[in-house]
C-alpha cells in the first residue's frame, strides 16, 4: 500500500513550516495562507490549519533499510529523540516485524517516527539526510473505542485491505497495509507508543493507492 497523500490539521502552521523546512531541510511549499505542503519522498504530507482546538497525529517516515544509526546521528542536535524503557534505547528494536525505528515530537505535537523496514531491501550507500526519506509509510487511525472493531472491519472491506502479516490484531492495536505503507489503528485515549500522549480524533484524509486503484479516506 502506498500512501501518497496525507492531510493533517495543525494550530501551529508557520512553526510547523519552519521546523520541516528548516529543522528537517525539506521541501516546503506554501498552497495558500491556511495550507502547507511538505514533500516526503514519494509522498505528500499537508498541513492545514485548524479552526479550533490543537489537533495531533501519529505518522511514520521510511528511510533505507540500513540507515537508523545514521538517522540518529543526524537528528542529535535537531530534535529530542524519544526514549523506551522496554528498549533502554532511544532506537525500538520490532523484531516481529523486521524494523527499528526512532520517535520524537515536531512543534505541534505530532509523533513522528522514522522507521527501516529490512524486508523491504532498500539499503542506500549514500550519507544520510532528509533526501533519504523514502516516503509516508505509517498513519495513525483513531476511532471511538466503542466502534472500534466495526470500524476496523469497515476499512478492510470498504478498500479491499487485509491485516499487516507480522502483527496479529489485539484488542487495542491493529496495524493493515504492508510494508511499505500501513495504517496503525488504535481506539480512541490509547496512549500513542511510545508516549503517555492519548490519541484523539481529529480531521484528516489519507490518498492512497492499493492493488492498483486510488483510494482517499477522510475522518
Same mark, same amino acid.
Given at each position: 500500500?502506498?500512501?501518497?497523500?496525507?492531510?493533517?490539521?495543525?494550530?501551529?502552521?508557520?512553526?510547523?513550516?519552519?521546523?520541516?523546512?528548516? %529543522?528537517?531541510?525539506?521541501? %516546503?511549499?506554501?498552497?495558500?495562507?491556511?495550507?502547507?505542503? &511538505?514533500?516526503?519522498?514519494?509522498?505528500?504530507?499537508?498541513?492545514?490549519?485548524?479552526?479550533?482546538?490543537?489537533?495531533?497525529?501519529?505518522?511514520?517516515?521510511?528511510?533505507?533499510?540500513?540507515?537508523?544509526?545514521?538517522?540518529?546521528?543526524w537528528l542529535t542536535g535537531k530534535v529530542e529523540l524519544l526514549w523506551m524503557d522496554d528498549y533502554n534505547?532511544?532506537?525500538?528494536?520490532?523484531?516481529?516485524?523486521?524494523?527499528?525505528? %526512532?520517535?520524537?515530537?515536531?512543534?505541534?505535537?505530532?509523533?513522528?517516527?522514522?522507521?527501516?523496514?529490512?524486508?523491504?531491501?532498500?539499503?542506500?550507500?549514500?550519507?544520510?539526510?532528509?533526501?533519504?526519506?523514502?516516503?509516508?509509510?505509517? &498513519?495513525?487511525?483513531?476511532?471511538?473505542?466503542?466502534?472500534?472493531?466495526?470500524?476496523?472491519?469497515?476499512?478492510?472491506?470498504?478498500?479491499?485491505?487485509?491485516?499487516?502479516?507480522?502483527?496479529?490484531?489485539?484488542?487495542?492495536?491493529?496495524?493493515?497495509?504492508?510494508?511499505?505503507?500501513?495504517?496503525?489503528? &488504535?481506539?480512541?485515549?490509547?496512549?500513542?507508543?511510545?508516549?503517555?500522549?492519548?490519541?484523539?480524533?481529529?480531521?484528516?484524509? &489519507?490518498?492512497?493507492?492499493?492493488?492498483?486503484?486510488?483510494?482517499?479516506?477522510?475522518?
Amino acid at each position: 500500500m502506498h500512501l501518497k497523500k496525507v492531510l493533517l490539521h495543525t494550530a501551529f502552521l508557520e512553526t510547523i513550516k519552519e521546523f520541516y523546512s528548516l %529543522v528537517l531541510q525539506l521541501q %516546503v511549499q506554501s498552497i495558500d495562507d491556511k495550507q502547507i505542503k &511538505v514533500n516526503i519522498g514519494d509522498s505528500d504530507l499537508v498541513f492545514i490549519k485548524a479552526d479550533h482546538g490543537e489537533p495531533f497525529y501519529h505518522f511514520a517516515i521510511n528511510i533505507p533499510a540500513n540507515k537508523i544509526e545514521q538517522a540518529k546521528a543526524w537528528l542529535t542536535g535537531k530534535v529530542e529523540l524519544l526514549w523506551m524503557d522496554d528498549y533502554n534505547s532511544d532506537i525500538a528494536d520490532f523484531r516481529n516485524w523486521h524494523a527499528k525505528s %526512532v520517535y520524537f515530537y515536531d512543534p505541534a505535537g505530532n509523533i513522528v517516527e522514522l522507521i527501516t523496514r529490512f524486508d523491504l531491501r532498500n539499503e542506500s550507500t549514500d550519507n544520510f539526510s532528509s533526501k533519504q526519506f523514502i516516503s509516508i509509510g505509517e &498513519v495513525g487511525l483513531v476511532f471511538k473505542a466503542h466502534e472500534f472493531e466495526q470500524k476496523n472491519s469497515e476499512l478492510l472491506k470498504s478498500y479491499c485491505l487485509s491485516y499487516f502479516s507480522k502483527q496479529p490484531p489485539l484488542p487495542q492495536f491493529r496495524a493493515i497495509g504492508d510494508d511499505e505503507g500501513l495504517f496503525v489503528v &488504535v481506539p480512541e485515549k490509547r496512549n500513542w507508543y511510545p508516549t503517555s500522549k492519548p490519541a484523539g480524533i481529529f480531521p484528516m484524509s &489519507v490518498e492512497f493507492e492499493t492493488g492498483g486503484q486510488n483510494f482517499r479516506l477522510k475522518s
